[in-house]
């Protein structure tokens, strides 16, 4: 049964144990947030989703408010803009504001949020938190703890996207911070170096440490891929500026994995330019390993190919091609070199 409720004077139509952010969102209507992701469960901790709901109390975080049958909601009153602005000027009491130097510039969605409300840069001259930049030595997630919000989102990612719960808060009040374990390295702390918390990270606090100084969003063009790396064929997008493959992101819209990557998906992508690549066949003449031209590497392999015939011949395929290859090569191997002799490493 569709539920019926009223946002800014508009009547729409939800589901049945939707939030009133995910109804907003539905219907077009456009309600800020920092820690809600559509992907990870609500927590209401950033205070930006504040609504305001005929007949309830206070402003309330549309994140965690399911909707109800005759509900009236506002979403963008003075007392919630006023409301808005004050917990965006609060983050940057105790924030570095430093965007012109940030990874995350261009990306950032508390930059995002900032702008929208035009909130100032605050010159607050109370405590503010200095933790050691970079300090987790890990090869792929660099971090910044000066340009955490606290939002939680790395927390959840880890623990519901990648299951392994290396991330947790400690402390309370100001000394509020993130840590990895029971405030230990990340690697001590059990992390698969899955890249999922950065991804999810809101600002520059947890960046991709071996894109970092390669370039802006907005200087990359996207291309999405299939990962080579396993038969699960992850899709992501490889971020390039000028014709080099600088960076990899995760895409919520990826068929297969959405935001979730493995290491090797999200950080190995460095062989592509690395000089020691083959790009040219090699055939081994007189005991080495020459360089041939492709016309030339194909001939021979036609030719040894057809030496052989059925039980002589045998193919393992690759979970590194795709299944439409894998298709064709065992098509070939039974069409073509009669045989059913075909296997494949996943077995292995
Ligand atoms: S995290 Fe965002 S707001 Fe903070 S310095 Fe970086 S770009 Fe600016
Ligand atoms: S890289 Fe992956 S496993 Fe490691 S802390 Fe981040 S989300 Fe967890
Ligand atoms: S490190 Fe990033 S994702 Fe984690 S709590 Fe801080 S701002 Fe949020």
């Not at 014709?243 to 460095?270: F, H, P, Q, W």
């Not at 059925?310 to 098509?331: C, I, W």
Request: glycine share 8%; proline share 3%; charged share 25%.
């Amino acid at each position: 049964m569709p539920i019926n409720l009223t946002i800014n004077g508009n009547t729409i139509q939800a589901r049945e144990g939707e939030t009133v952010l995910q109804a907003a969102r539905a219907n077009g209507v456009h309600i800020p947030t920092l820690c809600y992701h559509a992907d990870l469960s609500p927590v209401g901790a950033c205070r930006l989703c504040v609504v305001e709901v005929e007949k309830m109390r206070g402003l309330i975080a549309a994140c965690t408010l399911p909707v109800a049958e005759g509900m009236v909601v506002q979403t963008h009153t003075p007392k919630i803009v006023e409301e808005r602005k004050f917990v965006l000027e609060m983050l940057l009491t105790d924030h570095p504001n430093d965007c012109m130097i940030c990874e995350a510039d261009g990306g950032c969605e508390l930059q995002d949020a900032v702008y929208e409300y035009q909130v100032a840069w605050s010159d607050h001259k109370g405590k503010r938190h200095s933790y050691p930049v970079g300090a987790d030595q890990n090869p792929f997630v660099f971090t910044d703890f000066n340009k955490c919000i606290l939002c939680t989102r790395c927390v959840r990612a880890c623990a519901e996207i990648q299951g392994r719960n290396v991330w947790g808060v400690a402390n309370r009040g100001f000394n509020d911070k993130i840590v990895a374990g029971a405030d230990v390295s990340m690697l001590e702390a059990g992390c698969e170096q899955c890249g999922a918390c950065a991804a999810y990270c809101p600002t520059g606090s947890l960046t991709d440490k071996p894109s970092r100084g390669k370039g802006r969003a907005h200087q990359f063009s996207k291309v999405r891929t299939t990962c080579v790396y396993c038969g699960v064929g992850c899709n992501f997008d490889f971020n390039v500026r000028d014709g080099k493959i600088v960076k990899v992101t995760s895409a919520r819209d990826a068929y297969v994995n959405g935001m979730a990557l493995c290491v090797k998906g999200r950080y190995g992508y460095e062989f592509i330019h690395h000089p020691d690549r083959l790009t040219k066949p090699l055939i081994k003449k007189d005991g080495k390993f020459v360089e041939s031209s492709w016309d030339e590497a194909l001939d021979l392999v036609a030719e040894k190919l057809a030496q052989h015939r059925g039980d002589e011949f045998a193919f393992l395929a690759s979970a590194k091609a795709t299944n439409e290859e894998n298709y064709l090569f065992q098509k070939f191997t039974r069409a073509v070199m009669g045989t059913n002799s075909v296997d494949h490493c996943a077995r292995l």
